[in-house]
């Protein structure tokens, strides 16, 4: 028995390399791929209406955008991204102030969200695009953070790059 023992153990170890060598290198792989892609959050600024986006530590990019009025604020706190919906139909939430306004369509000029939707906290509040690009830079939403259409979608497929992101919005 002994010498079968032998015969079958060097080959054992050997097959087994692969995975072993693949388990040490795996966290060295990890490092790689961050350091191929920084992670992203968003910072959205209340009082200056801007929507910051850092990657590996730095702003990449900053927009104008809408934010919730006095009477329906924007929520403070840090979120993350959720679903992303492209084209988006509208359809009026279960509030008072929409009580009369109908769902509108994709195209819908009359549509409030404009190319696309990105939930950070759900059911009611997102980042979007706009009908009204007149808005950005007030306070004039119903809450959710309204962008230039183009933006939004820039955005949107900037967050689909790196899957959730974090967002921290500030007053």
Request: hydrophobic share 40%.
């Amino acid at each position: 028995m002994p010498i079968l023992n032998r015969r079958f153990i060097l080959p054992a170890l050997v097959a087994c390399m692969p995975i072993v060598a693949a388990v040490v290198s795996a966290p060295r792989i990890l490092d790689r791929f961050h350091a191929a892609r920084p992670d992203m959050r968003i910072v959205i600024d209340l009082s200056e209406r801007r929507l910051r986006v850092i990657e590996g530590g730095e702003v990449v990019h900053t927009y104008g955008v809408a934010v919730g009025s006095r009477k329906h604020p924007t929520p403070t706190g840090s979120y993350w991204t959720g679903r992303i919906q492209w084209n988006p139909r509208w359809v009026p939430p279960p509030r008072k102030w929409a009580a009369r306004l109908h769902p509108r369509g994709p195209h819908d000029p009359r549509n409030p969200m404009q190319g696309v939707k990105i939930y950070f906290r759900e059911p009611w509040y997102f980042i979007h695009g706009t009908n009204d690009p007149g808005s950005i830079g007030t306070a004039a939403s119903h809450g959710c953070i309204r962008m230039r259409t183009a933006d939004a979608r820039s955005l949107a497929r900037r967050i689909s790059k790196h899957g959730s992101v974090q967002v921290v919005i500030r007053a």
